[in-house]
C-alpha cells in the first residue's frame, strides 16, 4: 500500500467517524432545551442533565478530534506559517507534530482515559460473570479482600476502654451483618439476626 492509499483511507476513517460523532450536537441540543425548559418555566431542575451534557459533549470533542485534524480545521499561526513553500511547511508541521503532538496524544493523563475506561468495562463484564454465577448458584462470588470500614470499626472497638465484650461483640456482628447484605454476598435473615442479638 503506497503512502498516498495510506492517508486516504486512515482520512475517510477520521472524517466518517468524525461525521457520525457530529449528531452528538442534535441529542446535546435537545438535552440542553429539556434542562432550560425544566429549569426556568417548570421550576424543577435536574441534577443528572448536567452530567449528562459533559458526557455528551465529551464524546463529541474527543471522537471528533481527528475529523477536526483531516480536515485541517484546528487552530494555527498563519501568520507564519502562509509565508512559507509547501515543503516549509511540511517541515514546520513535522517538527510541530514530533515535539506537542505526539507526546500530547501519548501524556500520561491522555493514556489514562482510555485504560481507565478498558478496565472499567473488564470489571463490568466480570461483575456481569458474577451476576450469572448467582443466578445460577444461588449465591454470590467471593470478591477480593482489602481493607474495609469493617476493619477499623473493629479495630476502634478493640482499643476502647468504654465498650464491654458483649456489646463488642454485638456491634461487630450487626456491622459484619450490613456489611455483607450492602455487598449482595447473602441476604441477612431478620429471624437469623434477631437469635443472634440478646
Given at each position: 500500500?503506497?503512502?498516498?492509499?495510506?492517508?486516504?483511507?486512515?482520512?475517510?476513517?477520521?472524517?466518517?467517524?468524525?461525521?457520525?460523532?457530529?449528531?452528538?450536537?442534535?441529542?446535546?441540543?435537545?438535552?440542553?432545551?429539556?434542562?432550560?425548559?425544566?429549569?426556568?418555566?417548570?421550576?424543577?431542575?435536574?441534577?443528572?442533565?448536567?452530567?449528562?451534557?459533559?458526557?455528551?459533549?465529551?464524546?463529541?470533542?474527543?471522537?471528533?478530534?481527528?475529523?477536526?485534524?483531516a480536515a485541517a480545521g484546528h487552530v494555527r499561526a498563519d501568520f507564519v506559517y502562509i509565508y512559507l513553500k509547501p515543503r516549509g511547511q511540511a517541515a514546520l508541521d513535522l517538527i510541530l507534530?514530533?515535539?506537542?503532538?505526539?507526546?500530547?496524544?501519548?501524556?500520561?493523563?491522555?493514556?489514562?482515559?482510555?485504560?481507565?475506561?478498558?478496565?472499567?468495562?473488564?470489571?463490568?463484564?466480570?461483575?456481569?460473570?458474577?451476576?450469572?454465577?448467582?443466578?445460577?448458584?444461588?449465591?454470590w462470588p467471593s470478591r477480593l479482600e482489602d481493607v474495609e470500614e469493617i476493619d477499623v470499626i473493629e479495630t476502634q472497638l478493640g482499643r476502647s476502654e468504654f465498650v464491654d465484650e458483649e456489646?463488642?461483640?454485638?456491634?461487630?456482628?450487626?456491622?459484619?451483618?450490613?456489611?455483607?447484605?450492602?455487598?449482595?454476598?447473602?441476604?441477612?435473615?431478620?429471624?437469623?439476626?434477631?437469635?443472634?442479638?440478646?
Amino acid at each position: 500500500m503506497n503512502a498516498q492509499r495510506l492517508i486516504r483511507a486512515i482520512d475517510l476513517a477520521s472524517y466518517w467517524s468524525g461525521k457520525a460523532f457530529a449528531w452528538l450536537i442534535m441529542a446535546l441540543t435537545f438535552v440542553v432545551s429539556i434542562e432550560v425548559f425544566k429549569r426556568y418555566i417548570l421550576n424543577a431542575p435536574t441534577a443528572w442533565i448536567f452530567d449528562f451534557n459533559s458526557m455528551l459533549y465529551g464524546t463529541l470533542f474527543m471522537m471528533c478530534g481527528a475529523y477536526t485534524l483531516a480536515a485541517a480545521g484546528h487552530v494555527r499561526a498563519d501568520f507564519v506559517y502562509i509565508y512559507l513553500k509547501p515543503r516549509g511547511q511540511a517541515a514546520l508541521d513535522l517538527i510541530l507534530y514530533l515535539l506537542f503532538f505526539i507526546p500530547g496524544i501519548l501524556y500520561h493523563f491522555k493514556t489514562v482515559i482510555p485504560l481507565a475506561g478498558a478496565l472499567v468495562m473488564f470489571q463490568g463484564l466480570a461483575e456481569i460473570v458474577r451476576c450469572v454465577v448467582c443466578l445460577r448458584t444461588g449465591a454470590w462470588p467471593s470478591r477480593l479482600e482489602d481493607v474495609e470500614e469493617i476493619d477499623v470499626i473493629e479495630t476502634q472497638l478493640g482499643r476502647s476502654e468504654f465498650v464491654d465484650e458483649e456489646s463488642r461483640r454485638a456491634a461487630m456482628e450487626g456491622a459484619h451483618a450490613i456489611d455483607e447484605a450492602a455487598r449482595h454476598r447473602t441476604v441477612v435473615d431478620e429471624t437469623e439476626r434477631q437469635s443472634r442479638t440478646p
